[in-house]
Every structure is written in structure tokens, then in C-alpha cells.
């Protein structure tokens, strides 16, 4: 019988099947962080229970830090505060490996996994954050989960779980010049919807995906959840091992070439079926933004704003968004770029940015931020020297964490404020209350910060 | 877990699609280290129920007169989709809900409800017509959940019935907490662990 990727992650992990259809299933890794651990633990330790297997867990805290240059000394909001000394506590009381503010190592939990090596092929990775699905970049099955069941993982190291159905999303072709994995995800969600993956775990396949580096594809299943599918996956390849190789945690010497061995019989099998395909070619794709509260709400830069026609949640959408039918998308004008987040704060995305503003300056009503994804990004940016050309274009460039992407630190847009942003979420709200979210990727987030306008970056 | 049998309530009509988990319970609210006394409920879906000076929106259902004390939620497809927060389910039980009835549900939230004593009830879309109807009618709109038979029954006496997973359905009845139910399979646990260990000893670091 041909399996899918999903089918031999999922029948590998089998720990017992019940008579329901409903499997205990093993996970290898659970990666935690300040906001939704607390109660976990709490749960844990009220219950008189201990961790299953401490080693498999990694603990750093990203949403609450701040990230300004003083972040040393910086004071942070008392409640923010509260939750990243209970999460450093509760790492030393239960045994959990935690990396400190602090630490060069420290930054957003889907950016840290990958970067030491905890992230690896074949595996089963969860974490109390829904953007768990950017693992599945390296042939993992990966997704987020509630607080509930990150306390169910840490005392059993299981979950109980139905196998979800398989979907396959295939992007044959080249891309564009000015076109990336964030207009790729984009579109997908445009031609999907935000339930569009519900129930399902879609496997992205074809040259467009293949030739995308590990960054391009992680941001790629990062959106996965976006697109209502809780994990998103892409086979393991020649491009994912050289990623792996030499990373902190990954396996050295005989132990890499047996995983390799291993990982190799993953892909998806010639004949294997898929309970739902959508297809689409990469020359179509052009970059995109977001013009509404949802990332459904997506166009091509070259489009315009939407009429509602009596749709009462676009008539809603607009009347936040502040919009109107039939304006020029790119005549929308902005006041912030937010670079960054466990979508877009990777070195390639840095590089993005650095490669469109070398030698422009932001337009003067623009206020422009580069957050790093983590101080190993930040440090290698600097070694490469983009940090200079994204000060030099007037660029703020701080420290990591999950910054502006949902606002729960001091990093937030004002009430109307308009913000080009290379984050997932464009909700009501998100990244500050009645704040204006449009999301786009790096390179058109970086056109957009000279213009001063939502910009084809294209022509630029 | 407080168990699910039976529930006889109010049920207030939230007629739209899309609601996401950072509109059920924005992030600055998630800034709690514990689970209970939260208080998270006069928070739920603050930026739709409140206007900026905190003063109460007539126009939210969940303000006027008849529907304040509402336990049902009648709403519209891809309710909880967006961040794995189980922040939001807490907030609508903290408010007083304990079943949402609507077409679909994005998968976390879905499974969050259930950890926490919440019916989350799928149904197709011309059933969820009926039942906003029914909804619409204020005070007097009394629906019956019954979990056990798997029904439910409308003011006018119109009985619909829905599916469950069993599994989740018994937990619920029962009031389990699954993680007891679970470290009872500690020994099968173990063997698995033992087997892989020699197949991909790199998933160890210990």
C-alpha cells in the first residue's frame, strides 16, 4: 500500500490504535514557551506528576521580551514579567533545558527549534503556539496545541489523536523575480481560504517547493494554520539534510548518516493518493497583500480594494481596514513596516529587506523595524553587515522575539496606524487594538517602508 | 472536567463567520499565569462588545437584556479559528457558555472546547439557519443539549441530531480528565519507547 508523508509520520508514531479510530500518539519534541506554559506545569504539579521526558522538551521565552537595545535593563510590564520568571522557575524546578533572554541563542520558539538541531526530520514536534506548523518544513509532523494538551504531553509524552485526511498542494514552476514562499502561502490562502486545510494536513509538493531554501519553506508551512490546517509538510530533501547537519542537537557522525538513511524513505510514495490535490504554477503567483481582517482577504499588488456587494464581513473589514471599494491597492499609504516574526524573521528574510532599502532611505512618515527571529539571525546579519544597510536606510533594527506580530509586549501600532507587516495575522486587533494589518513579505514590506505606500516591489 | 449531559439554555444568535481566537480573547488578556479565577469572561470578545471607553455596545448581542445570560452560542462557520490560545475557550466558559453550535470549527479550538467541558456542536448550515432562527427570539429562546441522546430540541419542539467522536463524548459525559486515562497505558508507552530507541536512537538525548 502507497503512503503519503503524512501516512508514515502518522502510522510511525503509533502508539496504541483504539477501537474509535482515536490513536495515542507519540511525540518526540515539545517546545514551550512563556504564555501558554504556566498553567501546564501548575496542572502538572497540582497533580502531584511529573515530566515524562524532560530531555525532549525545550523551553524559550519569545512573546513577552522586549526589544529594544536595553533589554537587559529594560522593565518591562509587570504581568509580562510574571510570566517569563514563572517559565525560567518552572524550567529549573522540572528539569526543562531553557534558553535566557539573554542568550545569543534566545529568540522565537519556530525560529530557535530548526536553528539547534531540536527540530528534526521524521519527528513529531508540538508546542503551545498554533505556528508549530513551520517545523513540517523539515518533513516533521508538527502543529500547535492548547494548553491542555501541552500538560497531556508533558506528563505522558502522548496525545490522543484521529488521523486527519490528506491534502496535497502542489506549486509547479519558477517564480517570479520580487516573488517568495510568503506569496506562494499568501496565495494559497486566497485560493483556499482560511478553512480551506481544516482537517486536513497538506503536503506541499512540485519544483516551486523543491527549489525554496529551508527558510522559504518554513515560512511557507508557518502559514500552513492560516489556510485552517493545523500542520503542513514538505519531504525532507537534500536541502533539509544540509540544513540539519552540524546543528547543536541533530545527530553527528554514523548516528546523521543512519537518520539520513531513515529520512530518505519519508517522501511520499509513487502511487500514493491524496483525499483532496489544488495545483497551482508558480508563474501565476505575483506578489501579494492583504487587504482585509483575514489573511483570506488577499490580492495581487497590481489589484484593488474589494466592493462588498452586501457582504456584511467585508463591509465590516473595510470599515476597519479604513479602505475603499475600488482604491488602488497601491495607493494605500502606511505609516509602519514590522519586519520580522516566526513567519518572516529569518536570515534570508533580513537579507530580503537589506537587498530592496541598500542605498534608499524610508520615507519620512514611515517608522521601519527589522526584529530578528533570533540572536543567531541577528548575529549573522551583522556579520554580513545588513545591519548597517538597514540602519543606514533608516531602519530600526532590535532584538528578537515575537515583537509586533501580536502585540503583547510593548511593541504595538497605535489606534489607526496602517503597518506593512511580514507577520501571519491580520485579525482585528493583532498587533495592537484597532491597529491596520496588512500582510505581505519581506522584500514588499521593505518597498513599501521607501515608498511610504503599499508598493510593487517589482517596479521599484 | 466538569462533565456535559444535559443543558437547557439560552442560546444567542452571533451570525458571522471567521471569528478568531484573538477576537474572542485579545492578547493583552493572556498575560495570566493560572488557569481558573481569571475573571477572563467580562473580557470575551472585548473589541466587539465594548467601546473604547468601556462602556457596553447595545448592537452585541451578548450585552442586550435577553441574551446576558446566554450558555449557547448559535454562530457561523470557522468559529476559533487563528492562534491555539485555549485562553479563548476558558473566557466563554468564565462567561457562562457551555455549548457553541455552528458548521465548522478550526481544529485547536475545536479540540480546546473539549478539555474544558465545552459542547462545541457541528452542524450543516441549513440546520444552523433554523437554529438562528430559533435563537433570534430572545429569552424565550430555550434550546436543549442533550449530549447522551445526541439531540437537540428547539423551543417549538423540532428535535435535530448531531455527531460526536465517542471517545470524546464519553470524556465529557463523564467528566475525565484524559491524562489520568492515559498514564494508565504508561507500560504500552514504555514499549514504544524501548522499540524506537533502537530503531532512531537519535529522538533520545538521554
Known amino acids: ?460 | 472536567m466538569d462533565k456535559f449531559i444535559r443543558l437547557s439554555a439560552v442560546a444567542a444568535p452571533l451570525p458571522m463567520s471567521n471569528i478568531d481566537t484573538d477576537m474572542i480573547i485579545p492578547q493583552q488578556f493572556l498575560k495570566t499565569i493560572k488557569r481558573t479565577g481569571l475573571g477572563l469572561g467580562k473580557h470575551a470578545f472585548t473589541n466587539i462588545r465594548y467601546h473604547d471607553d468601556g462602556t457596553e455596545r447595545a448592537d452585541f448581542v451578548l450585552n442586550q437584556p435577553a441574551y446576558r445570560a446566554a450558555e449557547i452560542l448559535v454562530t457561523g462557520e470557522n468559529f476559533g479559528c487563528g492562534s491555539s490560545r485555549e485562553h479563548a475557550p476558558w473566557a466563554l466558559k468564565d462567561f457562562g457558555i457551555k455549548c457553541i453550535i455552528a458548521p465548522s470549527f478550526a481544529d485547536i479550538f475545536y479540540g480546546n472546547c473539549f478539555k474544558n467541558g465545552l459542547l462545541p456542536i457541528i452542524l450543516p448550515q441549513d440546520t444552523i439557519d433554523l437554529l438562528m432562527d430559533d435563537a433570534g427570539r430572545g429569552a424565550n429562546a430555550i434550546i436543549t443539549v442533550d449530549l447522551e441522546k445526541q439531540e437537540i430540541s428547539g423551543p417549538d419542539g423540532g428535535v435535530v441530531s448531531f455527531e460526536i467522536d465517542p471517545y470524546r463524548r464519553h470524556c465529557l459525559l463523564n467528566g475525565l480528565d484524559d491524562i489520568g486515562l492515559t498514564l494508565q497505558k504508561k507500560d504500552v508507552i514504555k514499549d514504544y519507547e524501548a522499540k524506537t530507541r533502537l530503531s532512531q536512537p537519535w529522538l533520545f538525548k538521554d
Not at chain 1, 527549489?211 to 508551512?221: F, H, I
Not at chain 1, 456587494?309 to 479602505?323: F, K, P, Q, S, V
Not at chain 1, 536606510?393 to 510593548?410: Q, T
Open chain 1, 1 to 460: 500500500m502507497q503512503r503519503t508523508l503524512y501516512d508514515k509520520l502518522w502510522d510511525s508514531h503509533i502508539v496504541e490504535q483504539q477501537e474509535d479510530g482515536n490513536c495515542l500518539i507519540y511525540i518526540d519534541r515539545q517546545i514551550i514557551h512563556e504564555v501558554t506554559s504556566p498553567q501546564a506545569f501548575e496542572g502538572l504539579a497540582n497533580a502531584g506528576r511529573s515530566l515524562a521526558q524532560p530531555a525532549a522538551m525545550l523551553a524559550v521565552p519569545d512573546h513577552n521580551v522586549p526589544t529594544g537595545p536595553d533589554r537587559a535593563t529594560a522593565i518591562n510590564a509587570e504581568d509580562s514579567q510574571i510570566q517569563l520568571d514563572t517559565l525560567e522557575k518552572n524550567c529549573e524546578t522540572f528539569g526543562v533545558d531553557y534558553i535566557p533572554m539573554m542568550d545569543v541563542r534566545q529568540g522565537i520558539v519556530h525560529i530557535v527549534g530548526p536553528e539547534q538541531g531540536f527540530t528534526l526530520p521524521g519527528m513529531t514536534i508540538v508546542c503551545g503556539d498554533s505556528h508549530t506548523s513551520t517545523h513540517g518544513a523539515f518533513g516533521a509532523l508538527a502543529f500547535g496545541i492548547g494548553t491542555s494538551e501541552v500538560e497531556h504531553v508533558m506528563a505522558t509524552q502522548t496525545l490522543i489523536l484521529k488521523r486527519q485526511k490528506n491534502m496535497r498542494i502542489d506549486v509547479d514552476g519558477t517564480l517570479g523575480q520580487g516573488v517568495s514562499a510568503k506569496d506562494i502561502a499568501l496565495a494559497i490562502i486566497g485560493e483556499i481560504g482560511t478553512a480551506g486545510g481544516t482537517g486536513h494536513v497538506i503536503e506541499f509538493t512540485g519544483s516551486a517547493i523543491r527549489s525554496l531554501s529551508m527558510e522559504g519553506r518554513m515560512t511557507l508551512c508557518n502559514m500552513s494554520i492560516e489556510a485552517g490546517a493545523r500542520s503542513g509538510i514538505i519531504a525532507p530533501d537534500q536541502v533539509t539534510f544540509d540544513y540539519v547537519m552540524g546543528r547543536p542537537q541533530s545527530p553527528k557522525g554514523a548516528g546523521f548518516e543512519q537518520a539520513v538513511s531513515y529520512w530518505k524513505t519519508l517522501p511520499t510514495d509513487d502511487g500514493a493518493t491524496y483525499d483532496k490535490e489544488i495545483f497551482l504554477k508558480a508563474e501565476d503567483i505575483i506578489p501579494q497583500v492583504t487587504w482585509g481582517t483575514s489573511p483570506q482577504d488577499v490580492l495581487p499588488i497590481t489589484g484593488s480594494v474589494p466592493s462588498a456587494n452586501g457582504d456584511a464581513g467585508i463591509e465590516r473589514a473595510l470599515d476597519y481596514m479604513g479602505l475603499e471599494p475600488g482604491q488602488k491597492l497601491q495607493d494605500v499609504k502606511i505609516d509602519r513596516v514590522f519586519v520580522g516574526s516566526c513567519t518572516n524573521g529569518r536570515i534570508e528574510d533580513v537579507r530580503a529587506v537589506a537587498d530592496v532599502v541598500k542605498g534608499r532611505k524610508v520615507a519620512d512618515h514611515v517608522t521601519a523595524w527589522v526584529v530578528p527571529g533570533s540572536g543567531l539571525v541577528k548575529a549573522q546579519a551583522e556579520d554580513e553587515g545588513l545591519d548597517q544597510i538597514l540602519i543606514d536606510a533608516g531602519f530600526d533594527w532590535r532584538e528578537p522575539g515575537c515583537s509586533m506580530c501580536l502585540a503583547m509586549n510593548a511593541d504595538k501600532l497605535g489606534p489607526q496606524e496602517r503597518c506593512a507587516s511580514t507577520s501571519n495575522r491580520n485579525f482585528e486587533g493583532r498587533q495592537g487594538p484597532k491597529g491596520r494589518t496588512h500582510l505581505m513579505s519581506p522584500a514588499m514590506a521593505a518597498a513599501a517602508a521607501i515608498t511610504g505606500h503599499l508598493t510593487d516591489v517589482r517596479e521599484l
